[in-house]
């Protein structure tokens, strides 16, 4: 679960994040959309215990980010859109590193380990140094890293970039069985037909403010145009 209230960041004079409230429950998939600039990136940030807001607050699973920010972030997988990885480590040393920061146990790390490599198509390059792995294949690295700790709340920016078409099928398939198990997914993107395709809702930023929330279809009625797709009720939204 995640709850933001009165979440806000400025940057001198810009304010970035206008004032979020948003309450995410137990096993939903929460898109998060806007115009470039908007405040999606600055509001992962924040959400994901890298930045500081400005004022407001983070509660993840019940956890203050600002009082216990150690508790809060063991409860997150995080997965940014430009994730750094030590290429000089192959992909099992990686994960490995992963999960010793995140306090995995020895024999639970070599059936998790083995478990995403393989969901991840990345059994056979399990012991190759990263810097041979493909775009595609970091990306996927950086997803199994993030699951290796079994988390309650998955946080990405962005998770279909440089992916091939059967790698976004999988992902959206993990998404879901996830979420299923009661994992909360909060997914920033600008892929809107994968946000209408996976997410149960989906919020709208624009400027740093909310401008709108709801269920694919609550959007669509909001600008009376049920037959619409997301792209087209987002660029009426923006516009407006």
Not at 49 to 60: C, D, E, Y
Not at 122 to 147: C, F, N, T
Request: a negative charge; charged letters at 25%.
């Amino acid at each position: 679960m995640i709850e933001l209230k009165g979440l806000t960041k400025r940057y001198g004079n810009l304010v970035a994040v206008d004032n979020l409230n948003l309450m995410i429950p137990k096993g939903e998939i929460f898109g998060f959309i806007g115009p470039n600039g908007a405040g999606k990136t600055t509001t992962i940030n924040i959400i994901g215990g890298i930045l500081a807001p400005t004022s407001g607050s983070v509660m993840i699973c019940g956890i203050n980010m600002e009082s216990y920010p150690e508790k809060a972030k063991r409860k997150i997988g995080f997965i940014p859109e430009r994730p750094y990885l030590y290429e000089k480590l192959t992909g099992m040393e990686f994960l490995k590193f992963i999960a010793d920061l995140y306090g995995v146990d020895e024999d639970v790390f070599l059936i998790k380990s083995r478990e995403k490599l393989e969901m991840f198509l990345l059994s056979d390059w399990s012991d190759d140094l990263i810097e041979s792995y493909s775009h595609g294949m970091k990306q996927r690295l950086v997803m199994a890293a993030a699951l290796v700790h079994d988390p309650e709340v998955i946080i990405v920016d962005e998770p279909m970039v440089g992916l091939d078409p059967l790698a976004i099928k999988m992902v959206k398939n993990l998404f879901r069985s996830l979420a299923k198990q009661g994992v909360t997914i909060f997914m920033s993107t600008h892929t809107l037909k994968v946000a209408e395709d996976i997410c149960n809702r989906i919020g709208i930023i624009h400027k740093g403010l909310l401008i709108a929330s709801g269920t694919p279809e609550d959007l669509k009625r909001n600008v009376n145009e049920t037959d619409a797709d997301l792209e087209q009720v987002f660029i009426r939204l923006t516009e407006e």
